[in-house]
DNA sequence: AACACGTCCTGAGCGC
DNA sequence: TGCGCTCAGGACGTGT
């Protein structure tokens, strides 16, 4: 569920709570998530103070005193809680970290796609090792058209399936793909190499643009996504394309919504006004 | 019972 | 034929 927008609302969420605070103690209530789980005992955790909350891509990274990070990843239906000492673990609660003002912070996540690990850091502020491949964040000043523009050229795949590759792109998932396609009027098969700068100039904005106002949003909630206060991401209303196959479009009013399948994935456009 | 908003791996297919 | 790259498809737990 968590792309971009979703990582991002939880991070302003929960930084207040966890920047300062130290670690006292973690517990594992599953052996493994996407990977096996090894956080218990570890010194680098143990007492450990947390500096800042970031995030890079749907990862999010809490920078702890020890020169090591907790890198955490949602996957499909993570949740993060901030729990007040007398509330009871939920049945998905995965991690539990006590933090020293007597809260517990928890990891809640259903599929066990997710992510819990500790990870050195090169240098303080920077990005662990293992976060490396990733391509640049779509909001910072490193991604625009001519950088779409070489990461494209000679490329067949479906331009949808590049954007949702964290290698060319950081943090955008299948529904911001869709969305964003829509708004720049691509069809999501078009092969990227062969789509013109003017396009991908649309492109580069249109990303930008849905990406923003999601955040403000709160982002997108279709069933499982929702902040650590509870409350779900608002931004479903104003989807324009993503989950609506069957339903006229809203800029063309001709043209019907429709689903297909890229890469695997859902896929939704307008097909109308989409070329 | 099909399908799910993420990632990782595999193997087929391609160009050189 | 072989190498390296690209890409599609499946696998990964669990819930609806």
């Not at 066990?112 to 391509?135: M, N, Q, T, W």
């Not at 625009?144 to 955008?172: P, S």
């Not at 009027?185 to 249109?206: C, D, K, V």
């Amino acid at each position: 569920m968590p792309e971009l927008p979703e990582v991002e609302t939880v991070r302003r969420a929960l930084q207040p709570h966890l920047t300062g605070r130290r670690i006292l103690h973690v517990e594992c209530h599953a052996e493994t998530l996407r990977r096996p789980l090894d956080l218990v005992g570890r010194p680098e955790l143990m007492g450990a103070r947390v500096l800042e909350l970031r995030r890079r891509a749907k990862y999010m990274l809490a920078e702890l005193d020890s020169g090591f990070a907790l890198l955490l990843h949602l996957g499909m239906t993570g949740r993060c809680h901030v729990d007040g000492p007398d509330v009871a673990p939920r049945p998905h609660d995965r991690v539990s970290w006590s933090l020293d003002d007597g809260r517990i912070w928890r990891l809640e996540d259903a599929r066990k796609f997710g992510l819990a690990e500790l990870h050195r850091l090169p240098e303080p502020g920077a990005d662990p090792a293992i976060l490396s491949d990733l391509g640049p964040e779509p909001l910072s000043p490193d991604f625009g058209a001519g950088y779409l523009r070489e990461v494209c050229r000679g490329r067949r795949l479906a331009i949808k399936a590049l954007l949702m590759d964290g290698k060319a792109v950081a943090g955008i998932g299948n529904i911001y793909a869709s969305e964003a396609c829509f708004r720049a009027r691509i069809r999501p098969a078009t092969p990227a190499g062969r789509i013109s700068l003017a396009r991908l100039q649309r492109l580069a904005g249109a990303v930008r643009e849905v990406l923003v106002e999601a955040i403000d949003a709160g982002g997108t909630t279709i069933s499982d996504f929702a902040a650590p206060d509870g409350s779900e991401g608002s931004f479903r209303t104003r989807l324009d394309v993503y989950g609506r196959d069957g339903e006229p479009c809203d800029r063309c009013r001709e043209g019907g919504i429709r689903r297909l399948v890229i890469a695997g994935r859902s896929t939704f456009d307008c097909p109308r006004c989409q070329r």
